[in-house]
């Protein structure tokens, strides 16, 4: 039976620097303004990728920037409210320079997030689930390149279920900095069995506990002794926010 390694990109691309006073912007549906919007949907543009599909979070400072860009890029959008930001509950969009009040309920939550739940928000461990859910969704589609844009949280979950990271440790949010209008660029490589020309998903992740490349090209040992069917290896690469022009200046 003859097998043939294929391989997918999925770019994650976290929202624009929204308006407004600084808060913990969960399920708030603020804004990205207009002219950033305009400034990452150029950069994209002239990125030059051929993006087959684009998938969004449906809140607004995401939605927007993908229905700027799926028509010029001629390309279908579908919004998929697993990938939405986790909720933040009674605090959630509130300023904080108001939460005085709260400030010792936020900073449990922050030291320890998977076992202090902000009041009536989502559970750190219902978040995860929701979003793996997503990614197994969007694993199961038959694009070559496929956009995502969604926001900083729902990326580094994927990036602790892929690279095998405890997803539960509070360091993992204050380390890893995804920054507004960042790529992550995800690259899935799979076996296709020209028998049903299609593979199953089951997790067999790079072990790499940041953002090196991980490549079977360049591994003869594991593509001789580790290829099985039903397998499938990322890579992740991250492009900088420097590469997307965010500021609302000019």
């Known amino acids: 039976m003859n097998r043939e390694m294929k391989c997918k990109n999925i770019y994650l691309l976290r929202h624009g620097q929204t308006v407004g006073d600084a808060a913990l912007n969960g399920q708030t549906d603020v804004a990205v303004s207009e002219l950033t919007q ?19 979070s449906p809140l607004q400072r995401c939605a927007k920037l993908a229905e700027r860009i799926a028509p010029i890029l001629g390309c279908q959008l579908r919004l998929m409210p697993q990938i939405q930001e986790m909720s933040f509950g009674d605090v959630d969009g509130v300023a904080f320079s108001q939460l005085s009040s709260k400030w010792a309920v936020l900073e449990s939550f922050w030291k320890d997030p998977a076992n202090h739940q902000l009041p009536n928000a989502e559970t750190l461990n219902d978040f995860h689930h929701r979003i793996i859910q997503g990614w197994e969704q969007i694993l199961q589609r038959n694009d070559d390149h496929l956009l995502v844009v969604t ?100």
Not at 189 to 201: F, G, I, P, Q, R
Not at 222 to 248: F, H, L
């Open 38 to 56: 305009k400034n990452i949907a150029k950069a994209i543009i002239e990125s030059q990728i051929q993006f087959d599909h684009i998938i969004s």
């Open 151 to 250: 926001h900083g949280g729902v990326i580094r979950m994927l990036l602790a279920h892929l690279l095998e990271l405890d997803w539960q440790n509070a360091k993992l949010y204050s380390t890893l900095a995804i920054a507004n209008a960042s790529i992550t660029h995800i690259q899935v490589s799979y076996l296709v069995m020209d028998e049903s020309n299609k593979a199953n998903t089951n997790s067999a992740a790079s072990e790499t506990t940041d953002f090196e490349e991980y490549s079977l090209e360049n591994d003869n040992q594991a593509k001789d002794n580790q290829i099985k069917e039903g397998q499938y290896w990322v890579r992740v690469n991250c492009i900088g926010s420097n590469a997307w022009p965010t500021t609302d200046k000019g």
